[in-house]
């Protein structure tokens, strides 16, 4: 393998994929050697931005049969992200790979085994924990800036984008576990609650989550037939709460509201003499330098590559958000 360059091909030219070729391509660490699609149609319009580097494949065992591609990202429909992960893990290459991980526990399990008997990187795409406020917000609640964690409150929604083989929340609350997931350093949560609604799919394209884990309590509401475009997570800790708003321009993304409630008498609600006051101080809104998470998450799994370290969001993490899936769709199973 070239130490030095990264030769890179890339399965799934469709909505998402043309954003991972974007950055891969930009960042001088990687070469991309290949695109594949099924459709051809796809690789005319990458052909139009890429012509003259790469090669265009509608069969990916082309690609992973070349020797001097050394890794495959993986933008494909998540009900196929498993065989092609597979098949890519069994032809020697490292694996980046768009989230969700894979549609069932069982078979990250088996992917996690592949790749760590052929010794080769697996990286999940949870391109939140790359984001630049996400890793802000770690910073305050290790530096107990926040104080204890109260909850979490996410919202994700839009009118569609309807996706057949996966519900709302595999596509959507995934996000805000693998948030969840690198803020708490790997928590589970031991109660799962989950209501939803298959309207115009055959999975839910609206699902509400709740969570308790040990100290806090989390809810997470997923939705593709929303009137809103909403993007939103509130973190309230004992001390201060933060509002991380993605749809807002780069600079007003992350609001801190020193803002909480102190116990002023007692310390028992049972007893009269407890009482509360309201805490209300200082809004502020922390510069925080523009970077672009894909990007990032890209560039971390180059690292991994190259320096043979486990990624930030490897299948262990992956795994861990499946089971909470898992455990939710079981949930709303029991209640039909
Ligand atoms: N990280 C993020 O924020 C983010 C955002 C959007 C989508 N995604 C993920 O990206 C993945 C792709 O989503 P999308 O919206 O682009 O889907 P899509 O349906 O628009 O595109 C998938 C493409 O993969 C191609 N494809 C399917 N099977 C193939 C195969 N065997 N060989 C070659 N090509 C094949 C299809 O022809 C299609 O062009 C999903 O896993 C999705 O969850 C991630």
């Known amino acids: 393998m070239n130490k030095t360059i990264n030769n890179i091909a890339l399965i799934g030219f469709g909505y998402w994929g043309p954003n991972v070729a974007k950055n891969i391509f930009l960042n001088k660490k990687f070469t991309l050697k290949a695109i594949c699609d099924l459709k051809q149609s796809r690789l005319d319009k990458a052909n139009l931005l890429y012509s003259q580097f790469i090669t265009y494949e509608l069969d990916y065992q082309k690609i992973l049969a070349d020797e001097n591609i050394n890794s495959i990202a993986i933008a494909v429909e998540t009900s196929s992200h498993y065989q092609i992960a597979k098949d890519s893990l069994n032809a020697?290459?490292?694996?980046?790979?768009?989230?969700?991980?894979?549609?069932?526990?069982?078979?990250?399990?088996?992917?996690?085994?592949?790749?760590?008997?052929?010794?080769?990187?697996?990286?999940?795409?949870?391109?939140?924990?790359?984001?630049?406020?996400?890793?802000?917000?770690k910073k305050m609640i290790h530096s107990n800036e926040l104080g204890e964690l109260l909850y979490l409150e996410a919202m994700r929604m839009n009118l569609g984008q309807i996706k057949k083989d996966v519900s709302?929340?595999?596509?959507?609350?995934v996000h805000d576990l693998s948030i969840i997931d690198y803020l708490t350093d790997g928590q589970m949560p031991f109660y799962i609650k989950a209501i939803g609604e298959k309207k115009y799919n055959p999975k839910e394209s609206l699902t509400f989550l709740m969570l308790r884990y040990n100290n806090f309590i989390v809810h997470i509401q997923s939705s593709w037939i929303s009137p809103l475009k909403e993007r939103k997570l509130i973190i309230a800790g004992t001390k201060k709460m933060v509002v991380f708003d993605d749809i807002k321009s780069s600079n007003e993304k992350l609001i801190i509201y020193d803002k909480g409630v102190d116990v002023i008498a007692g310390e028992d609600i049972e007893y009269e003499d407890y009482a509360v006051k309201m805490r209300v101080g200082d809004i502020s809104i922390p510069y925080i330098k523009e970077e672009?998470?894909?990007?990032?998450?890209?560039?971390h799994f180059n690292d991994c590559v190259m320096n043979n370290i486990q990624s930030d969001s490897g299948p262990e993490s992956a795994i861990r958000i499946l089971k909470i899936l898992e455990l939710a769709n079981a949930d709303m199973k029991k209640q039909i």
């Open 92 to 137: 020697g290459k490292h694996v980046y790979i768009e989230k969700p991980f894979t549609s069932t526990v069982r078979e990250a399990e088996e992917l996690k085994e592949l790749a760590l008997k052929n010794k080769l990187i697996l990286h999940v795409d949870h391109i939140m924990i790359y984001h630049p406020c996400v890793q802000r917000i």
């Open 292 to 299: 672009d998470a894909l990007f990032n998450s890209l560039d």
């Open 168 to 173: 709302a929340m595999e596509d959507l609350a």
